[in-house]
């Protein structure tokens, strides 16, 4: 029997408009009449999350930043996670200035740039909390007043592979990257990912794995599809998203029927 559903926030519950559309927000509510738990998985920051999921507030687990935190239902933090200030370093000086637009996250949910300029903009309007600016972020890291959990860098697709591929020789077994939009590439403490949280997050609810389904549409999320044989790709993902889930669907409206009807035959059984 499933009983918590997991779900991806852009490009998955949340509509081209960063919203929950009627049918899914139908959904979600009636996945709760059913008795099921909601575990958010996202690439962003559990301050975004609370204010995308004001219409459940309190009523769902959050696994924020990749799976950098993770937060009980009462807002509790089970784990965080971050790189070492040294690393944190190095890090951040792989790229020139100009090349990618860089946003360092900070577990405190707070994002920082080196210097603002118009280019920051669009990419701040997807974000749901304001960006800020220091100048000398290996100097804040390096004196404690700053513990860097995550790395986004944004840029053409082609250009962001290629960096992804810099990362990973350059810094092999001591971090995670994933491509989490068309645009964007994540840089991860080693052993974070969406699935590595939630195995801490269903151990600490006693439940097994194959008792929770996962909805997502990007590489970020396939550490959870590989967690539980109950997945769901978005059927707008890329090939290879889909080709590594159980079941495609087209919106967190059908997954959450599947679901239930998969626990209403199991249960006649």
Not at 17 to 42: Q, T
Not at 222 to 244: K, V
Not at 245 to 260: C, L
């Amino acid at each position: 029997m499933i009983k918590l559903i997991v779900s991806d926030l852009d490009g998955t519950l949340l509509d081209h408009e960063k919203r929950i559309n009627e049918r899914d927000l139908r959904a979600v509510a009636k996945a709760y009449e059913h008795g099921f738990d909601l575990c958010i998985a996202s690439g962003r920051m559990k301050s975004e999350i609370q204010i995308l999921l004001q219409p459940f507030a309190n009523r769902y687990y959050a696994v924020g930043q990749n799976g950098a935190t993770v937060h009980l239902r009462d807002q509790r933090m089970l784990a965080s996670a971050e790189f070492s200030p040294e690393l944190s370093t190095q890090l951040i000086q792989v790229t020139g200035r100009d090349e990618f637009i860089q946003f360092i996250h900070s577990n405190d949910d707070s994002y920082y740039v080196r210097e603002w300029s118009e280019a920051v903009v669009p990419y701040e309007a997807r974000i749901m909390t304001a960006i800020s600016t220091h100048a000398d972020l290996e100097g804040a890291i390096a004196s404690d007043h700053m513990r860097c959990s995550k790395l986004s860098y944004f840029g053409e697709l082609d250009k962001l592979v290629e960096l992804q591929a810099k990362f990973e020789n350059g810094f092999a077994g001591q971090i995670e990257t994933f491509i989490s939009d068309k645009d964007c590439l994540d840089v991860m403490p080693c052993s974070v990912s969406k699935g590595d949280a939630l195995k801490l997050l269903i151990r600490e609810l006693g439940i097994a794995p194959d008792e929770i389904a996962c909805i997502g549409d990007s590489f970020n999320d396939l550490s959870m599809f590989a967690l539980t044989p109950h997945s769901f790709a978005m059927s707008e993902s890329r090939e290879e998203i889909r080709s590594r889930a159980s079941a495609v669907v087209h919106s967190v409206a059908e997954a959450i029927d599947r679901i239930i009807a998969y626990n209403y035959t199991s249960s006649t059984k």
